[in-house]
Every structure is written in C-alpha cells, then in structure tokens.
C-alpha cells in the first residue's frame, strides 16, 4: 500500500513530516495538497477508516477557515456537505494529512508519525 502524504510547500508542518518520512526511510507519494486536494470520496474512505472527528481535518488556523466563517457554520453542516468543502480547496485541509488508505495523521506530532509509520 502506497503511503500519500498531501504537502503543502509553504507549510513548516509539512516540512518537518516530509522530513521525518525521508530520514525514516519511509516510501511515500508526495502531492500538493493545494494543486491535487483529495475528492470528497477519498476525503470519506480516509475519515471513516481513521476514526478521527471530520471536524478535525479542518486547517482551522487558515485564513480560508476564518474568511469562510467556519467556527460557527460547522456544526450546522452535514457530512457531505464538509467533505465538499474540503474537497474544494486544499487549504481548508489540515496538513500534513498522511495516508495509506485506513491509517491516517493530520498534523506533525513526532509520536504519532512514529506510532502508525514507524513500522511502514
């Protein structure tokens, strides 16, 4: 299973995981976030298999999250309707988002990377 990591270069947070991923010697893909976001399906497969809150694949420190108004329209939204938003702009997406397909990290937390790839 390949392991996609969905990078945005202009990120200090992908930076740090996009190096640890290469000084593991941990095979990835690499793709920006920005140009190629993940559709709503994928985005649905990887929430689904990884247990994690959809509210939490919200970059909710971007600016796009802050002009969207989305503290206070999240909770009224549906699925669906959260991972069409997603979809439709990768800066909505909390980054690094990192993937196999069923395991999933958002965000850089050393430990986190090391529990679900360490072994990859």
């Known amino acids: 299973m390949t ?14 995981a996009k190096k640890w991923l ?3 010697n941990i095979p990835f893909q690499e793709i920006a976030i920005v140009d190629n976001p993940p559709t709503a399906e994928e985005l ?3 929430w689904q298999n990884s247990g994690i809150d959809l509210k ?8 796009f999250y802050r002009e969207l ?3 206070d329209r999240l909770p009224s939204m549906s699925e669906d309707e959260m ?3 997603l979809a439709s702009n990768g800066k909505l997406i909390k980054r690094p988002l990192i993937t196999d397909g069923q395991t999933v990290t958002l965000g850089f937390k050393e430990e ?3 529990k679900a790839w360490g072994n990859a």
């Open 22 to 24: 290469e000084a593991t």
């Open 112 to 114: 986190d990377l090391q």
């Open 56 to 63: 939490k694949f919200f970059n909710v420190s971007g600016q």
């Open 44 to 46: 649905r497969t990887y």
């Open 69 to 71: 108004g989305l503290k």
């Open 83 to 85: 991972l069409d938003l």
């Open 3 to 16: 392991i996609k990591a969905y990078l945005y270069n202009k990120c200090s947070t992908c930076t740090k």
